[in-house]
């Protein structure tokens, strides 16, 4: 499937591919099991996408850089998981800033603004959303609860956004504004 047909809401069809990357040093040693990648791999399957067994990297600006432009490669959207926060090693978004080429904030406003609804702790959440060469790209946390919960926020536009990266109607399966001709224009 070509993220041309992605904007289809039937979850029998696949809505194109989807790669995990999580970002944790301890993770990536062995410390502990990577809990949050595979749930975020289990909801974006359910939710009809392709995606393969999710990567595991350190925490670090380039190597989050390096391993979200390896993804985009192969991948519609590309989600990491981890590096968000306030620790001094949390460089995930700083490494996202440093490849995609346009933001996308409503994405990571709905995201925020989900995790508040939890709890107050998702205030504290630096995750961007963006485009890297057409590959639509989400920062989520790195609890397992608050990736999924972070991913279930913005995954009923999913489908939708990966249609207009792919050159789609801006209107399709939306909806058109009262003071809008239907000929197009910005928005």
Known sequence: MTPGEAGNDSPSEPHGRA???????????????????????ERLRTGGFTVDAPTVIPDGRGRVADAILQACRRADVVVTTGGTGLHPNDHTPEGTLDVVERLVPGLAEAMRAAALEATPMGMLSRGVAGICRGTLVLNLPGSPRGAVENLAAVEVVLPHALYQLAGGDHHRGGHQHADDDGRGGSG
């Open 19 to 41: 790669a995990v990357i999580t970002v944790s040093t301890r993770a990536a040693s062995g410390i502990y099991p990577d809990e949050a990648g595979p749930a975020l791999v």
